[in-house]
């Protein structure tokens, strides 16, 4: 099963959602994309990182496929997910 490494500013941004909200990504994190994460990385184009999408939430990620492990660098609502700062 793959290792995740939450980087600290996608812990932040976890820590600050509804409980609720925070329990459902966790779920089908846990559930889903932990058991198969090659089918849920998406590569984004002009970025040296992967997106995993789950529902209205983006997590930037790395993937090392040697070790199996995903170090989740970001997490961002869809609406400001992919704009610059």
Known sequence: MTLIIWDPLAQDFLDKLEASTR???LKKFD????QN?????????????GKIRIGDYRLF????TAHDE????????????????
């Open 23 to 25: 329990a459902r990504l």
């Open 61 to 64: 990620v790395d993937y090392d």
């Open 70 to 85: 995903l170090t989740i660098r970001s997490m961002r609502h869809r609406h400001n997910a992919y704009k610059q700062t």
């Open 37 to 49: 994460v090659r089918r849920y990385i998406k590569h984004l184009e002009h970025r040296d990182v």
């Open 31 to 34: 559930k889903d994309v932990r």
